[in-house]
């Protein structure tokens, strides 16, 4: 989402005639977006912009700025106690960037912190690279108020951009060659565009282009409906891949948490979705230590895992967010208490996975060509439609952007290795016919 957001906020800047350098020290303004989803993202934030005091001390007139949620969660104090710091702009003021960089360069502090009702930056053209894949913000903000979450409080209320043009962008980038789009939102089954819901965005999405796959984060287990499942089974270039966090496996916890649904209620959904979309898989996140978490409720969770069999998960300590519910009740289970469960937690899901891609030993899948792959030029790496990593031999006239099929022949928890089925390339096919 901040990698959306970034290419956004370059979209506005180029407009005004700025360029971007990847070499600080040839900078004149210096902004880093930022997260506050839990403490560490935070702390990091702090220790980068620490390496920026020498900086600061030879280049006074360098502008220093801090987007996003720390911007909008820390506002004054940050101009207040980081004296490095020029610039506070939070996720919905980022129009005004421009505006506000001036006010810092003249010596004063420029801060943008409103959160708006309706801000979607639906006709700001976000500046990406070429590529094959490419992000899409299609909603902003959040209403669920999880117990434990700032993002309600950070990035504000849910609001939709239009499907015609988010229709339109992804034209624009399958013209340019992107061959994978994940549209993002905190909760995407709130998507909302007059009569039509995010089924019909996701829908009209995959009918851009039949070889342009479509990706789509984050479902909430609450409301998941069943023509999102059928519209997934009904079209081949949406990936047959479902992000659904569970969080926890204790409807205790889960209650406290304010999720809204039970493990039965998630359990039978995840039963329906694999009836209703073949093959699909699912990944996860889940918070180990909320507050009360007992070894009970823990041991519901890893019960959950192994039920569910995710093909990955997120996985994270409890992490007190000032301002959320889950603040104000005691950050009572101990540090290691919280260490080990998580450690139990990523032990178990790193088994399923490795007992998950043992299974697909000797069966074939569409893989979309990435690039070489990171440790030799003589692999090339690609990803199947589930998300999962694949390396297979490099051969001549093979490129990135290619779909090609592929065998299993070996795998470990976190990769497929292959050979390639068939020496024809399936690009600029259409996926229904490939698969
Ligand atoms: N909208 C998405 C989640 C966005 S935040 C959803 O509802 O699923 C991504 C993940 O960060 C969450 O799913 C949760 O597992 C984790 N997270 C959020 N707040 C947290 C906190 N205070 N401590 C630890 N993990 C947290
Ligand atoms: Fe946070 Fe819950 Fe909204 Fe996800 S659905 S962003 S966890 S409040």
């Known amino acids: 989402m901040n990698v959306a957001d970034t290419e956004i906020v ?8 700025y360029s971007q350098t990847n070499n600080a020290d040839e900078a004149d303004v210096v902004l880093f977006n930022t997260c506050s989803i839990r403490e560490n993202a935070e702390q990091r ?3 980068r912009l620490g390496n920026f005091k020498n900086l600061k001390a030879l280049k006074p007139d360098l502008v220093v700025g801090i987007l996003g949620c720390m911007a909008e969660r820390l506002r004054k104090d940050l101009v207040e106690q980081k004296s490095i710091v020029d610039l506070v702009v939070g996720p919905d003021e980022y129009r005004r960037l421009p505006e506000l960089i001036d006010v810092a360069y003249n010596g004063d502090k420029g801060i943008g912190v409103k959160l708006s009702r309706t801000e979607t930056y639906d006709d700001i053209i976000p500046h990406r690279e070429d590529g094959l894949s490419a992000w ?9 108020f999880c117990t434990f979450c700032v993002v309600p409080f950070t990035r504000g209320r849910e609001r939709s951009r239009a499907l015609s043009s988010v229709v339109d962008e992804i034209c624009e980038l399958s013209e340019r060659g992107f061959k994978e789009i994940s549209l ?11 009569d039509k ?11 851009v282009n039949r070889s342009v796959r479509i990706r789509f984060t984050t479902s909430h287990p609450q409301d998941l409906s069943d023509k999102l499942l059928y519209t997934i089974a009904e079209h081949s270039n949406i990936c047959n891949y479902i992000h659904l966090p569970v969080q926890s496996g204790s409807d205790r916890i889960l209650k406290l948490m304010n999720r809204t649904y039970t493990i039965g209620h998630y359990l039978k959904l995840i039963e329906k979705a694999r009836k209703i979309i073949p093959g699909v898989s699912f990944s996860t996140d889940i918070i180990s230590g909320f507050p009360t978490e007992t070894f009970e409720d823990h041991i519901m969770t890893l019960d959950v895992m192994r039920q569910v069999r995710y093909d990955g998960a997120y996985m994270f300590k409890y992490s007190p967010r000032e301002g959320t519910k889950a603040y104000a009740m005691k950050d009572d289970v101990a540090e290691e208490t919280k260490s080990k469960r998580l450690q139990e937690i990523i032990d178990i899901q790193q088994q399923i996975s490795y007992e998950i891609n043992q299974e697909l030993i000797g069966t074939e899948d569409i893989v979309l060509v990435e690039g070489v792959s990171r440790k030799s030029n003589d692999f ?3 990803r199947t439609d589930t998300n999962k990593v694949v390396i297979f031999p490099n051969q001549d006239g093979i ?3 290619d779909y090609l099929k ?13 050979e390639l089925v068939k020496a024809v390339k399936l690009n600029n096919n259409n996926l229904a016919l490939i698969a």
């Open 10 to 17: 370059l979209g506005i800047l180029n407009n005004k005639g």
């Open 45 to 47: 934030i702090y220790g």
């Open 136 to 144: 899409i913000s299609v909603m902003r903000g959040c209403d669920k």
């Open 184 to 194: 993002l939102g905190q909760n995407v089954n709130s998507y909302k565009d007059g």
């Open 197 to 207: 819901d995010f089924a019909d965005l996701l829908a009209a999405s995959a009918e």
């Open 380 to 382: 090339l790496a690609g």
């Open 399 to 401: 490129e990135a952007g």
């Open 406 to 418: 592929i065998k299993i022949k070996r795998a470990t928890q976190a990769t497929l290795f292959g």
